[in-house]
C-alpha cells in the first residue's frame, strides 16, 4: 500500500546530530517531491525542507539552512535529513511528505520524535 515509513528520531544533547530516514512504498518515488516537515504540540507544521524529484533542488527553512541537508536516494525509495548541530528550538516530531509531480496526491508519514536536550 501506499506509505511513508520514518526512523531516527532520537534524544540528542544539544550540538549533536541525527540523520532521519523515510522509506517510500506504493507509488513511483523517483517522480514526486519529498519534504520533511516537524510539528509541536499546539503548533502549525513547518516545512523543514523540499527535494525535487531528480535531487536538483533543494530548499531549507532559515532556520536549518547550513545544518540540515536533505538528500534522497530513488534507487531505495528512500530519502534523508541529516541535522547537525541540533538546539532544544529543533525539538519535534519530523514528518515525510511526498507530493505527486502535478499536485494531485499528498502522501504523510506517522513521523518521528526528535528531543534536543539543553
Known amino acids: 500500500q501506499i506509505q511513508l515509513v520514518e526512523s531516527g528520531g532520537d534524544l540528542v544533547h544539544s550540538g549533536g546530530s541525527l540523520r532521519l530516514s523515510c522509506v517510500a512504498s506504493?507509488?513511483?518515488?523517483?517522480?514526486?517531491?519529498m519534504s520533511w516537515y516537524r510539528q509541536t504540540p499546539g503548533k502549525e507544521r513547518d516545512l523543514v525542507a523540499t527535494?525535487?524529484?531528480?535531487?536538483?533542488?533543494?530548499i531549507y527553512a532559515d532556520s536549518v539552512r547550513g545544518r540540515f541537508t536533505i538528500s534522497r536516494d530513488n534507487a531505495k525509495n528512500t530519502v534523508y535529513l541529516q541535522m547537525n548541530s541540533l538546539k532544544p528550538e529543533d525539538t519535534a516530531e519530523y514528518l515525510c511528505?511526498?507530493?505527486?509531480?502535478?499536485?494531485?496526491?499528498?502522501?504523510w508519514g506517522l513521523g518521528t520524535q526528535v528531543t534536543v536536550s539543553s
Open positions: 511528505h511526498a507530493e505527486s509531480p502535478y499536485g494531485g496526491l499528498e502522501i
Open positions: 506504493g507509488f513511483t518515488f523517483s517522480t514526486y517531491t
Open positions: 527535494i525535487s524529484s531528480s535531487a536538483d533542488s533543494t
